[in-house]
């Protein structure tokens, strides 16, 4: 590694597999004037919260913040779209002075009544932390009055990074949780948690689980309702994927309902058919696990005869892997090796120990792993490794073009389902049209490029 791009203070939260001895740092505030890719906290709330597509979202604060989240995800919705209008109270010079209680409340009344939403998030932002506004007084006080769920969500910017964010949206569903009627749901019921429908993910992933047997009672927050999740403590299982954003809201649940739950992923073959096996198997019950088998064998029997020329075509080729939450990154490791394409580097923004000595177990030597990495460190790790595809989401994406390096959009504004089989094979082709796209003849080598 190139140590003028690697400040002193980051050198723990890097590693290479099989080449460095200790565990990693991780999970901690971001370092000053090292441009994390982080985002902020009110962001990590709003990412999570915003596919619950019948409730009211109110941004107290400036509007920049509501801009800068505006529409942040795909989110499809089957219905409502009340989540896409992104409100804001557009805090003023004089309401940081004089406080913004009253236009909140008036924003609140104005906003429900015209609306009707089933529920309303408020979402405090940076500045509402600085002059004290008491959230929690006018939403009691407003949900009072108009007789449906008023939740705060406090997510000032103070706290470290998004993971924080990630922990007020699911306080804010906690309260939500547990307010619905139960009756009517089977034994053989979850909650699919961590799925945002970015491209219709969720409306697959439903249907491989209803195919065997399993009754889905809410979407948290994918394609969301909030009179879903008002009755999620009612299902037997919840199964979560993107565990850094939802995982706080099953540990709640567990806590207050027991309700146990399994993490799993739904990208790639071996992931997916597992997360359909683990479901089968934990509630014991052989037909389930035999119709889960059954769907995957047809799958896959359909699948795999696809990607052969692909696979040959990649073969050798170099991946590196940047995401939010890691356990995303060993989904993708396992896809990239199912197309014979060779990891170099992987990293996210809010992994765990944990996250990273799996990591490590599973990648090649000298696969570099890294934590909450900055701009320069990424651009560095990709030139070292002559990078052929680089995987990320709309921060890293000029990192990649400016380094001649093809592009592969696994976040928040992509358009293509990349979940479940079907998935595998969209990923796939994604993944072969960019790195053999002819556009790379016309750019700086990539070592070349400052």
């Given amino acids: 590694m190139n140590s003028s791009t690697i400040l002193a203070e980051r050198a723990p939260q890097i590693r290479r597999t099989g080449a460095d001895e200790g565990a990693m740092e991780c999970n901690k505030d971001s370092l000053a004037g090292a ?21 009211l979202h109110l941004v107290h604060g400036p509007i920049g913040c509501a801009v800068y989240t505006w529409d942040i ?51 405090s932002t940076c500045i509402v932390g600085i002059i004290g506004d008491d959230l929690d007084a006018v939403c009691k006080k407003v949900a009072a009055q108009t007789k449906i769920p008023v939740l705060p969500v406090k997510s000032e910017g103070f706290k470290g990074n998004k993971r924080a964010g990630y922990e007020a949206a699911c306080h804010a569903m906690g309260c939500l949780v ?6 009517g749901i089977s034994p053989y019921s979850i909650n699919i948690l961590g799925d ?46 993107c565990s850094g954003a939802t995982m706080g809201l099953a540990d709640i649940m567990h806590e207050r309902y027991g309700t146990p739950s399994l993490r799993v992923s739904y990208f790639g073959v071996e992931d997916m058919a597992e997360a359909l096996y683990s479901v089968a198997r934990h509630f014991g019950d052989p037909v389930l696990l035999e119709r ?5 064998r047809e799958e896959i029997s359909t699948l795999l005869p696809q990607l052969v020329p692909y696979q040959e075509a990649l073969r050798g080729k170099k991946a590196a892997i940047y995401v939010g939450g890691a356990f995303k990154a060993f989904s993708l ?30 990648t090649d ?17 990709i030139r070292e490794k002559d ?21 592969c959009d696994h976040n928040h504004e992509r358009k293509e389902m990349l979940a479940g089989f079907a998935g595998m094979l969209n990923f796939t082709k994604e993944v072969y049209q960019s790195v053999m796209s002819p556009v790379w003849r016309f750019v700086p080598r990539r070592k070349e490029v400052v």
């Fill in 35 to 55: 441009v994390s890719q982080r985002a902020c906290v009110f962001c990590g709330s709003r990412v999570v919260l915003y596919p619950i597509a019948d409730a």
């Fill in 73 to 123: 995800r795909g989110a499809l919705s089957s219905g409502p779209e009340l989540n896409r209008l992104s409100f804001s109270t557009d805090l003023q010079e004089m309401d940081v002075i004089f406080g913004g209680e009253k236009k909140l409340e008036r924003a609140l009344f104005e906003l429900i009544e015209r609306h009707r939403p089933a529920a309303a998030f408020v979402y």
């Fill in 178 to 183: 547990g307010t619905g009627d139960t009756s």
């Fill in 196 to 241: 945002f429908n970015l491209a219709g993910e969720i409306w697959q992933i439903r249907d491989y689980f209803e195919r065997i047997g399993i009754e889905v009672v809410a979407n948290i927050t994918g394609d969301g309702r909030v009179a879903d999740i008002a009755r999620a403590h009612g299902a037997a299982l919840n199964v979560v994927q």
């Fill in 292 to 296: 889960a088998r059954n769907l995957v």
């Fill in 333 to 362: 490791v396992k896809a990239f090796r199912m197309l014979n394409m060779d990891v170099v580097m992987v990293g996210s923004q809010t992994g765990t120990k944990e996250d990273y000595e799996e990591l490590a177990e599973i």
């Fill in 365 to 381: 030597p000298g696969t570099i792993i890294v934590d909450d990495a900055n701009t320069l460190e990424l651009a560095s790790f």
């Fill in 387 to 407: 990078v052929d595809i680089f995987v990320g989401g709309v921060k890293e994406r000029p990192i990649a073009y400016k380094l001649g390096v093809a592009f």
